[in-house]
């Protein structure tokens, strides 16, 4: 705020305490479930989900109070940058769920057939691509396994999955207008530019959607003619300073 105002020609492109709120697992959701996105295009939600700050014991209480049902994946709180931040755990059975380790956001696994859509945005800009996720847990699986399971940062190892040969319901990309709707309002709610949404279909529907994460200025490498779209959004930028010192001298 400071630097901002003392540096008044420096274009500040998304600012800090806007990039903190999407720094935790917890608020970086809450614009999308405040959102309550539902058209004729289909409907985007936020898994259910809990909070634990501390007291690992207390977890299959607050689990089952809350409603939640196995699977659950549980996600540190706040994510650094660190390895660790990103550390997934996958509980099968509620009594494992004390040995996981607070601060978490404990989240409904939702099945979406092992195939996630990352959503990169940049300024009104949005590319969609296909990568492979956790595979679906089936009722049989959950009967017959029990305790929790330790993923390492998963979208690290998961491939591209945009050419493989998907069941067609599930590879489909998310109708493009309700992709632009929920760009749109979340570039407006968090105040930023630069970001990527990750989100899945719930398996056996057609258009019922969940944002998992969402993650700030995420690897561009990864998103397709990433070259002409930040040079296009940069240019943008400078031509609307231009503009609005020609209509101040006015
Ligand atoms: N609620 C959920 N239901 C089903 N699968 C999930 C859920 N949450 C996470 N996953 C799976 O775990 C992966 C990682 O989750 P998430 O993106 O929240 O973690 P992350 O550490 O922030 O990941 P990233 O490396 O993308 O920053 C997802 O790509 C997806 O495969
Ligand atoms: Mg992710």
Redesign the pocket.
Known sequence: MDYREKHPEVTVLDPPDAIQHVHN?QSMLKDVADMNLSDCYGKVGV?R?LVIKKDPSSIPDAVSKAGLMLPI?A?PLV?DGSAK????SLAYDQFSLAKLEPPLVL??????GGV?F?VYIVGEAIKVVR?F??PDVNKCELLHNAGVFH?P????A?ASADDADLDPGVAELPPRPLLERLARELRRRLGLHLFNI?I?REHGTRDCF?V??I?YF?GYGKMPEYEHIFTDFLLSLVQGKCKKRAANKC
Do not use: M, T
């Open positions: 697992r898994p989900q994946v996600k994510v931040s990103h550390e997934l989240q409904e696994f939702v099945n979406h996630l990352k990568r996720s956790l993923f940062r998963v979208s690290c998961a990750d899945i969940y998992i994460d993650n995420p």
